[in-house]
């Protein structure tokens, strides 16, 4: 509901939103990298950082995003170099890993509510990942018989993600005509794009919690694990739903 307000009233808010998500997201995976592998993840570098990221992609864009993920690396190294060598190399990379998968990532869903149209653009991003899930789960749940990745995700299997296919692609399709005035042949292969990458969000996420022998990244939404646990396969599509929309969708005049 706040998402929807937010695009409904000032599209800009989605900012806000993502800004917030970002905070406790990054918040969450240094936890879990501590908690699970005692990795010192350089953590205010990293929300700083993060923060500058979103907030340059609004007047800059993707020059603003790429200058502060820059920016927020190098600071990243410097805040872990007082703690000594013993365990730097693992230090910075995690550091770097948490940077590049919260808030660069995220940055490319604030830039996508920017063009006139973005409330659409953010709309349709989200709609697809929606539908890759619902089609996923029921596929899964009514044919699922082959696992995908029994040692990463033993509950993925190939009828799910089949169905994940089948559900993205028609709602990318019917976005993109509906939403974005534009060609329903170009919705629908950008739909079956989003859903491989919330697929391999949803592995990633599933790869560092078994890694790190954790079962949730965090505890903030009780019973469904932390606000990092939803937005494993969010992160990944707002890259992709980005470049794919601003190459192949002309935005709103």
Same mark, same amino acid.
């Given at each position: 509901?706040?998402? /929807?307000?937010?695009?409904?009233?000032?599209?800009?808010?989605?900012?806000?939103?993502?800004?917030?998500?970002?905070?406790?997201?990054?918040?969450?995976?240094?936890?879990?990298?501590?908690?699970?592998?005692?990795?010192?993840?350089?953590?205010?570098?990293?929300?700083?950082?993060?923060?500058?990221?979103?907030?340059?992609?609004?007047?800059? @864009?993707?020059? @603003? =995003?790429?200058?502060?993920?820059?920016?927020?690396?190098?600071?990243?190294?410097?805040?872990?170099?007082?703690? @000594? &060598?013993?365990?730097?190399?693992?230090? =910075?990379?995690?550091?770097?890993?948490?940077?590049?998968?919260?808030?660069?990532?995220?940055?490319?869903?604030?830039?996508?509510?920017?063009?006139?149209?973005?409330?659409?653009?953010?709309?349709?991003?989200?709609?697809? =990942?929606?539908?890759?899930?619902?089609?996923?789960?029921? +596929?899964?749940?009514?044919?699922?018989?082959? &696992?995908?990745?029994?040692?990463?995700? &033993?509950?993925?299997?190939?009828? $799910?993600? *089949? $169905?994940?296919?089948?559900?993205?692609? /028609?709602?990318?399709?019917?976005?993109?005509?509906?939403?974005?005035? $534009?060609?329903?042949?170009?919705?629908?292969?950008?739909?079956?794009?989003?859903?491989? *990458?919330?697929?391999?969000?949803?592995?990633?996420?599933?790869?560092?919690?078994?890694?790190?022998?954790?079962?949730?990244?965090?505890?903030?939404? &009780?019973?469904?694990?932390?606000?990092?646990?939803?937005?494993?396969?969010?992160?990944?599509?707002?890259?992709? *739903?980005?470049?794919?929309?601003?190459?192949?969708?002309?935005? +709103?005049?």
């Amino acid at each position: 509901m706040v998402i /929807v307000a937010s695009l409904w009233f000032i599209r800009e808010l989605f900012i806000v939103v993502v800004a917030v998500a970002v905070a406790v997201s990054t918040w969450e995976l240094a936890g879990a990298l501590r908690r699970g592998g005692g990795i010192k993840v350089s953590l205010w570098p990293a929300l700083i950082g993060g923060q500058a990221m979103l907030w340059l992609a609004w007047p800059l @864009g993707a020059l @603003g =995003v790429v200058a502060a993920a820059a920016t927020t690396m190098l600071a990243c190294m410097l805040w872990r170099m007082p703690d @000594g &060598p013993d365990n730097f190399l693992r230090d =910075v990379s995690a550091s770097m890993f948490t940077v590049a998968y919260v808030p660069f990532f995220a940055a490319f869903a604030a830039m996508l509510v920017l063009p006139l149209d973005g409330t659409q653009r953010v709309l349709t991003w989200m709609l697809c =990942v929606v539908a890759s899930d619902v089609g996923g789960y029921a +596929a899964g749940v009514l044919a699922g018989r082959h &696992p995908m990745a029994p040692n990463i995700s &033993p509950k993925k299997s190939w009828e $799910g993600f *089949a $169905g994940s296919l089948i559900a993205g692609s /028609v709602a990318g399709a019917i976005c993109v005509s509906e939403l974005l005035h $534009g060609d329903w042949r170009l919705g629908a292969p950008l739909g079956a794009l989003l859903v491989a *990458a919330a697929t391999i969000g949803d592995l990633i996420e599933s790869l560092i919690k078994r890694d790190l022998g954790l079962k949730d990244m965090g505890s903030l939404l &009780p019973g469904h694990g932390g606000l990092m646990d939803r937005m494993d396969s969010m992160l990944p599509t707002a890259l992709v *739903a980005w470049v794919l929309l601003s190459t192949f969708v002309p935005t +709103a005049p």
